[in-house]
């Protein structure tokens, strides 16, 4: 089997129809197989699945449904799927993605040809056509937070320093090494999973894609933006619907600052970056609670 991809829903069944209609409309030359991991069967993707998947012999021969009695979060239910997953390479895909038809081939032919890549990512668009800015990131060190956090990248998108966190100085059609991608679509070679492993548990939901390449450095593979080929992202489907939704990019910040970049810094500059993550997020919550669209990373 050369490819396994992950898939976990919850509460996406229209946009996970949409998904599964592009992954197994894909056009590639090997095998692969699609594991499901719904994080909530009653929201009615289960039905879907069995009905107009797992019913078809040619789909369900590649297919893999996994239903959770609960929500366990985004790692824990990825890993789930990579526990079961027989393909050399690991594709983390979100249940509101769009891969075009050569997706899967050009990643696969892209990773073949450069083993040096542990984590590719290929150009992400959001419904409207523009640069989903997460699929080519750098690590959120301090000050690079603070300038994306404030507003400041985006007042100043050219700026090299002020930008760096989302490289929107850079041309989105250019081949470029970056620091992580999104968990949306995370390609992820043999050679490197085999080093780096599962998904860290720690993180409900955010952060964890940010983790695994940080990790995937400090094996000394290299995490590649490839815009050859381009997947929609129906950005932030699944969740504005979790209330946890909130608390769990917070928390992810403080996860990963704690587990990377803490021994980095003196202590009082740490308990400054704590204070900063939690009193943004208690302002967020305030803020919410006159919206009706809720504010989740923004």
């Avoid at 050859?228 to 990019?249: E, V």
């Amino acid at each position: 089997m050369k490819l396994s991809i992950i898939i976990v829903p919850y509460k996406a069944k229209e946009k996970v129809e949409v998904t599964l209609d592009a992954v197994y409309a894909s056009v590639v030359n090997f095998d692969y197989e699609v594991i499901v991991v719904d994080n909530l069967p009653v929201s009615g993707t289960e039905d879907l699945i069995r009905t107009k998947y797992l019913s078809k012999p040619e789909l369900a021969a590649k297919t893999i449904y996994v239903p959770n009695t609960e929500n366990v979060g985004f790692p824990k239910a990825n890993n789930q799927g990579l526990k079961l997953s027989t393909g050399l390479y690991k594709l983390l895909l979100n249940p509101d993605t769009k891969v075009s038809p050569d997706t899967f081939q050009a990643m696969i032919d892209f990773m073949d040809s450069r083993p040096d890549v542990g984590i590719s990512t290929c150009k992400m668009v959001k419904g409207d056509g523009t640069l989903d800015l997460a699929c080519r990131r750098s690590f959120p060190d301090p000050w690079v937070s603070f300038f994306r956090l404030s507003g400041l990248s985006k007042l100043f998108p050219n700026n090299k320093k002020l930008a760096a966190y989302n490289l929107t100085y850079k041309s989105i059609d250019e081949e470029t090494e970056t620091d992580s991608g999104s968990g949306a679509f995370l390609f992820v070679s043999p050679a490197c999973y085999e080093k780096i492993g599962l998904l860290d548990e720690r993180f409900y939901m955010y952060g964890e894609d940010l983790d695994w390449c940080f990790r995937a450095k400090q094996f000394g593979f290299k995490v590649w933006y490839y815009p050859k080929t381009t997947t929609i992202h129906y950005k932030g489907q699944s969740s504005r619907q979790n209330p946890y939704a909130l608390y769990a990019f917070h928390d992810a910040m403080w996860i990963f600052y704690k587990k990377h970049l803490y021994s980095k810094y003196p202590r009082p500059f740490s308990w400054l970056v704590y204070v900063g993550i939690w009193g943004r997020y208690y302002l967020k919550r305030f803020i919410n609670f006159f919206k009706t669209e809720k504010i989740v990373s923004k």
